[in-house]
């Protein structure tokens, strides 16, 4: 690969998305979906009227709203789309926006009538590899923007290839067969200090490793510089070894930020087999490193976010991810630049993406407007046999809900005390680097065997605790004795914020009682045990009655037994002041 600066081009720009200031950038990523087609003469869309269509509209209405950004998947968008642009001034980008669009493969013959059509208002670049090879067609990605060359104002249109193919992605070997694999990777920029945007195409980056970084720091200012990139896909298994390496590179350094863009959800192959029938999820998603200051992390942020689709997940409390729901085809989203430099401290926080709008096309290919999309959540508890009453509720928020399921399976961080419940705490919020394993049951999209375990795990002590240890009165330990006469149930009471969250148990009306209990398995070791006990006990001020009605159950084949405190005694009364518990 060749990391090529836009100014040795004799290019010049000025993209609203590479400004450092204080102020929001607009977003359109867009999951283009539809049945792909793929053979030795070309890859792309099925139905190219349909595909020509949409991205006219999608457009149309980037041009309308002022986008920033416009993102479209690898093998997406056909090449009389292109010609539109260039023939429409209305379909092109405005002024400081930029598109960073997939296109469909071009053969030899679309790409020497492209370079015919340079002229005084339109500049198009790419290699002048294909010439001499005995490949087919390349892979494109159209860099959309107004911007000068050699001094003169015009429209640019940048079309980097990819350089790596894909082997074997269509049981096939299509793709290495056929094509014709580029060398250089643009890097564009307003000027030395601004953010730098970096694209690869789908296996591209997974050619992108430590090998380049000296070239990049040497030419680049990879040290400093702040880089936005992204990775254009289309790939049925997003979540690869390969592609998590990538990501895992990309954001090494600080000042990165990773936008992951695959086709739609229900895409399909000509003979009708779904694209992500093995792991039911296109994992696109933002990827970015920012500190617990600087990022919104309240429960309105994020409960906003997911009912839009975009769900909130973390990896190792510094890395932030933001997974796309599938179904949803087109995104609006308001980010901030990947470093800011400008204005005061309270300014400058970055906060993470927020989703203004979500877009599905109606029957007529245009667009409409959604104004939530399900995540499932409640129709996979119950297919897992959960019947919890406050898990099935859909009034009740998915972040309580995270944590009830957090605190009701042992997975608390005690030192966190009175912040245990916040979502950058929360162990269900946390994302495994290593295989992306998602530890959520309010995001449930995709089907990977490790998030599959994780979830099972989840689903089987919650309903063993709510099920058949609490409704057995036989199973409380003289520590929580006192609930034997009252109607108890697994859930938070409406006041629960008020004891943050360290009380999951609730009476006949559905008011709180002051006790803590959880159910970790079958089999468990003895120091999982204590451990899980004692960071309970460390929510808990020394004085508050709070830490005797702590209770850990656990099984050894069919015995229920349980961690609790044995000086606690048959408490019959519980204080009622709050200002001891909290």
């Not at 960073?100 to 590899?129: P, R, T, W």
């Not at 269509?170 to 060398?183: V, Y």
């Not at 591209?204 to 990775?231: C, G, K, M, R, V």
């Not at 179904?327 to 927020?354: A, H, M």
Request: aromatic content about 10%.
């Amino acid at each position: 690969m060749n990391f090529v600066d836009l100014s040795t081009l004799n290019i010049t720009t000025k993209l609203d998305v590479l400004e450092r200031d204080t102020q929001r950038y607009s977003l359109f990523l867009y999951q283009h979906t539809g049945v792909f087609f793929a053979d030795d003469t070309r890859i792309g869309n099925n139905n190219q009227q349909e595909a020509e269509t949409k991205f006219i509209n999608l457009l149309t209405k980037a041009v309308q709203e002022n986008i920033s950004l416009v993102v479209a998947p690898e093998y997406s968008c056909p090449k009389s789309v292109v010609d539109l642009i260039l023939n429409d001034e209305n379909l092109q980008p405005p002024k400081n926006k930029v598109w960073a669009i997939g296109g469909e493969s071009l053969d030899k013959e679309q790409l020497d009538s492209l370079k015919e059509l340079n002229n005084q208002n339109i500049y198009i670049h790419f290699e002048d590899i294909y010439k001499n090879s005995d490949k087919n067609y390349v892979d494109p990605l159209y860099y959309i923007f107004r911007g000068q060359h050699d001094g003169v104002d015009k429209l640019i249109i940048l079309i980097q290839f990819k350089s790596r193919h894909m082997g074997g992605l269509w049981s096939s070997q299509l793709e290495p067969n056929n094509l014709i694999e580029g060398e250089n990777i643009y890097i564009l920029k307003n000027d030395l200090n601004s953010v730098r945007l970096m694209s690869f195409i789908c296996s591209q980056a997974i050619n992108f490793n430590a090998t380049y970084e000296q070239h990049l720091i040497d030419n680049h200012s990879w040290t400093d510089a702040p880089f936005l990139i992204l990775n254009l896909q289309f790939n049925p298994n997003p979540s690869h070894e390969d592609f998590i390496a990538f990501k895992k590179y990309a954001l090494k350094r600080d000042k990165r930020e990773l936008i992951s863009l695959n086709w739609g959800k229900e895409t399909t192959y000509v003979n009708g087999r779904n694209l992500y029938e093995a792991t039911n999820t296109p994992r696109s998603g933002i990827y970015f490193k920012t500190s617990d200051i600087d990022l919104d992390y309240t429960t309105t942020k994020i409960i906003n976010n997911h009912n839009k689709g975009l769900y909130f997940l973390q990896i190792l409390r510094n890395k932030r991810v933001l997974f796309f729901n599938g179904n949803i085809e087109l995104f609006k989203i308001e980010n901030k630049s990947v470093s800011i430099v400008d204005g005061e401290d309270v300014q400058q926080r970055r906060e993470g993406p927020t989703v203004i709008n979500i877009f599905n096309y109606d029957e007529d290919l245009n667009f409409i407007e959604e104004e939530k999309v399900g995540d499932n959540h409640i129709d996979f508890l119950t297919s897992r046999g959960i019947s919890n009453a406050y898990l099935l509720n859909e009034e009740n928020s998915i972040v309580d809900k995270e944590r009830l399921i957090n605190i009701s399976v042992g997975k608390v961080k005690g030192k966190e005390e009175n912040k245990w419940a916040d979502v950058i705490h929360l162990n269900s919020f946390g994302l495994n680097e290593v295989d992306e394993c998602n530890n959520r049951l309010t995001y449930i999209e995709d089907t990977y065997a490790s998030s599959e375990v994780v979830r099972t795990i989840s689903c089987s002590n919650i309903f063993e605790l709510d099920v058949n240890i609490i409704n057995n009165i036989h199973n409380y330990p003289h520590s929580i004795r006192h609930l034997t006469n009252k109607n108890i149930s697994l859930a938070f009471a409406q006041n629960a914020s008020m004891f943050n969250y360290k009380y999951n148990l609730t009476n006949d009306n559905g008011g709180i009682e002051k006790a803590t209990v959880c159910y970790i398995g079958n089999a468990v070791p003895l120091q999982l045990v204590k451990k899980t006990y004692d960071e309970l006990q460390k929510l808990f001020d020394n004085d508050s009655p709070g830490k005797n009605t702590i209770v850990v159950f656990y099984k050894i084949g069919n015995d229920v037994l349980n961690k609790s405190n044995p000086d606690a005694g048959n408490i019959t009364q519980i204080s009622n002041d709050d200002s001891s518990i909290i």
